[in-house]
């Protein structure tokens, strides 16, 4: 089985394991009743600029047997639909894969086993400390990375992926690693999210990737969005709930320009 070696670890977060548990103690904070949602949306930059708004969403969730996390493709690598059926080798320990759901999800007309996609991708590998420091038990994960926004390949793959949840016998979240807009100053940046998130609020898929495109909203996984959201209604999920949503202007004062974030579930 292929061992993917960490891409991004010691620059998108600790490569240290001992410092790597104290940020991740810190940042996960404790909440009196945990949610079992459908989905999550999480950022994926490094943790000094992403990292509270991903553990806000983090935090109010309960432990899965699996973890199905999208990821955009920032390299162009590999197939448009790529899912790796390999090890996360982590500063943590190895992060094994649910080979029975990645072999369901593998028979979608438009999915591809690859490798070469998930090479260098940071945007799965830095939800995995948070997966795996609030996972009970033997949990697993799937991992896919999505290069594509034809509507056809996205919700063909939507439908591979609900009826393999709904056949798994083992409890299932999906995990959309996204950015938001990128690199514009803080005021347009909060006004091309918003236009985002609306269309997320609304369950629709299809508006979100309109919106994105005509608005030239720079969201980097809205492919994965539109898969997740599409999957998330056939498996009954009604609603979308905003958790955290900021910019990097926040952390660094640079308000010229700025990386949007968001922390979401849909349930």
Do not use: W
């Not at 009196?32 to 983090?58: D, F, L, Q, R, W």
């Not at 690598?77 to 500063?91: K, N, Q, R, V, W």
Request: aromatic letters at 10%; glycine letters at 6%; proline letters at 3%.
């Amino acid at each position: 089985m292929l061992v993917r070696k960490p891409a991004v670890a010691g620059l998108f977060y600790p490569d240290s394991n001992d410092e790597l548990q104290a940020y991740l103690k810190s940042a996960i904070k404790p909440v009196e009743e945990k949610i079992s949602p459908v989905a999550i949306i999480v950022p994926h930059a490094g943790y000094i600029y992403s990292g509270a708004t991903a553990a806000s969403v983090y935090s109010l969730i309960e432990s899965f047997d699996t973890y199905l996390i999208f990821g955009p493709n920032h390299t162009g690598l590999g197939a448009d639909i790529s899912l790796f059926d390999g090890i996360y080798e982590m500063p943590f320990g190895e992060v094994m894969p649910d080979s029975e759901l990645i072999e369901k999800i593998a028979k979608g007309e438009y999915v591809e086993i690859d490798y070469y996609a998930h090479l260098q991708e940071h945007s799965i590998e830095v939800q995995l400390p948070f997966i795996d420091y609030i996972s009970e038990g033997d949990y697993r994960i799937a991992s896919i990375v999505v290069g594509t926004h034809n509507v056809a390949k996205l919700y063909s793959t939507a439908e591979t992926i609900a009826k393999a949840i709904k056949e798994h016998n083992r409890s299932v979240l999906m995990v959309v690693s996204s950015d938001m807009n990128h690199y514009e100053d803080q005021n347009t940046t909060l006004i091309k999210d918003n236009k985002a998130i609306e269309a997320m609020k609304n369950l629709d898929e299809n508006e979100l990737l309109r919106v994105t495109q005509a608005e030239g909203i720079t969201m980097c996984g809205v492919g994965s969005a539109y898969i997740a959201i599409a999957a998330a209604k056939m498996l009954g999920a009604k609603r979308f709930v905003e958790v955290d949503h900021r910019t990097s202007g926040e952390v660094n004062g640079d308000f010229d320009k700025v990386v949007g974030y968001l922390s979401a579930y849909i349930e």
